[in-house]
């Protein structure tokens, strides 16, 4: 492939250009990535924010145990050597992180990891050397490192890490990002978190925001506590049985239930209502995040917490932990992330601090790459390379005209196999949502080698460009069209659900009275209250799920979860569903595929029998699969699974058949999986191209 800028990669497929093209509407899913913003107007009546620019420069000033930085909207205090945000000064407020808390406590970077095979260790990073990296009235940049030589063998991680944090002349906020590196002889390690915290203070900050469907006033951490709280079926979960304020009374609070996409996690934080300020983290771009777009991250919650997510195992487990050889070589940046303040003056809104913020977010996502960070690993706008073409999808017997893969997710990353994507979790990732045409454009990649991966709502299956796409600074690769074959063997006979990662078009009951967040009550997320794995026994007393192909309702009929049953001693025992269909004529010779499209699994097992509900072994097993906590963490999807199984036409009747579907693990209340999307093939017939059902 060529490097040269305005290089065209050809891609083109080898089938007919004659067929049209069929335009798909996108089908139903969570959001989209941002829009591009327009520019930032002025600052409306009411709000300070950083559209003020002070005469005022960026202030530097070093103490024996503390820096500040000053630019006359905020005042940053940090310890010195440590790089922990000790203090931030704003809006009338001499400190807006919590002051009862100890200085370590507060604003910090950290980090869990391990020595190969033993339990995870937590470390609030402290750096050891101070440094001034860029020093004038436009900007302060500090540095805060932590090196890492052999003596530190099995008591800190074998990285060295170099803590930065910014300051800008007339911002009204400031950034952080840290470098992590690896070398190569350095010994082996597992990585499984990384994350700036912020702790503010409780006394003021009582309104938490992450979405405008997500946002309400929040209890105190107080009432998590012994005496007005009570530990639900893991510690994150807490009934407030006697909270401060009495309107909490009888809700659940948990963390996991504030979780959020990658690609809509990019503004969340806290205001207080007197004074009225707020406090906001902003994540303007996810390429430094792991995962890909849709792996699910913490937020903020009950603390007051602020959390900038940088690389985590939530909702998908070991397969999300980075293990590094003892030979192995690496360096990455995290962030810059950008830390917000905003506050309202005279007789403004202070709820519409939260637009305000959304329209910072804006401002921060259209400015990526940001110009201004001194590290030579971070590299600017010019220093990258850009990517567009066009996704198209065929499927024979969806269509005899080529798809557009409108609102296709397409994305490039370290090269390996079809969806590796989902676990990649060393390096960096670059991700946009094609247009209802199936065109898009990757912006601002970093140099290095990629595969393009995509995947399309509405079909099966996960896309891989087998070109290596190499990536140098300036260039414009133009890949042209692209064509995805998802997984096709017949025409359709049945289906249930919708091919879209989620398990949130079944049906989510409602929740336990005793067991509720208000916020999630008649919400478009009703799947994060608290105990819905225990309302299935609840809903089927006398036995398991039984769906019937022309009957039965997938939105009303087919619970969310697959998940173990309850019994009266506190045990739990597997389950089995079944799905009842009726076939005018059967194949016998011939091979029908059962496509079994999994959103999470967690410790579970998935067997298929076919008309035979005791057969042994099963028709088909996925053996132990998952380790996503999807179910006890309050989410709609996990890792994404795919399986193909034959189901040979001697098994199957004309008339009346059944699958069974079994999950058989069952040790705990949170072991099951959620379905995405379930077909039944037909065998290939050169007479039949066309979706029969």
Known sequence: MSKKTGTMLSLQSTKSKSKQLLIIPPTLFSSTFPPVPKQKSEPESGFLHCGIMPPLGVQLYIQDRHVVMDNGILQVTLSNPDGIVTGIKYGGIDNLLEVINDETNRGYWDLVWSVPGSAGIFDVIKGTEFRVIVENEEQVEISFTRMWDPSLEGKLVPLNIDKRFIMLRGSSGFYSYAIYEHLKEWPAFTFAETRIAFKLRKDKFHYMAMADNRRRFMPLPDDRLSG??????????????????PEFKGEVDDKYQYSCDNKDNRVHGWLSLDPPVGFWQITPSDEFRTGGPVKQNLTSHVGPTTLAMF?????????????????????????????????????????????????????????????????????????RGNVSGRLLVQDGYFSDDYILASSAYVGLAPPGDAGSWQTECKDYQFWTQADLGGYFS???????????????PGFIGDYKCEALITITPGCDVFVGDLLYEPPRDGPTLWEIGIP???????????????FINKLFIGHPDRFRQYGLWERYA?????????????VSDYTKDWFFAHVTRKKDNNTYVGTTWQIKFTLDTVDKIGVYKLRLALASSTLSELQVRVNDPTVNPPHFTSGLIGRDNTIARHGIHGLYWLYSVNVLGDLLVEGDNTIFLTQPRSTSPFQGILYDYIRLEAPPSPNSNKKIA
């Open 500 to 514: 879209d990662r989620s398990a949130a078009e079944f049906y989510v009951p409602d929740p336990n009275a005793k």
């Open 311 to 383: 690389h985590s195992a939530h909702y998908a487990g070991e397969p999300l932990v980075p293990k590094f050889g003892p030979d192995e070589a690496w360096k990455k940046v995290f962030g810059p992330v950008f830390i917000y303040v905003n506050s309202v003056y005279g007789d403004g809104d202070p709820f519409w601090l939260w637009e305000d913020a959304k329209e910072q977010m804006m401002i921060e996502v259209q400015s990526w790459p940001y110009t201004f960070p001194a590290s030579e690993d971070f590299p600017t706008s010019d220093q």
């Open 228 to 245: 007005r709280g009570q530990p639900l079926a893991y510690p994150e979960a807490v009934l407030l049985v006697n909270p401060v304020e």
């Open 442 to 456: 990757i912006n601002d990649v970093r140099p290095g080698d990629y595969n393009l991966y995509a995947w399309v």
């Open 538 to 550: 609840e809903l089927y007393p006398d036995g398991d799920l039984v769906y019937t192909v022309g």
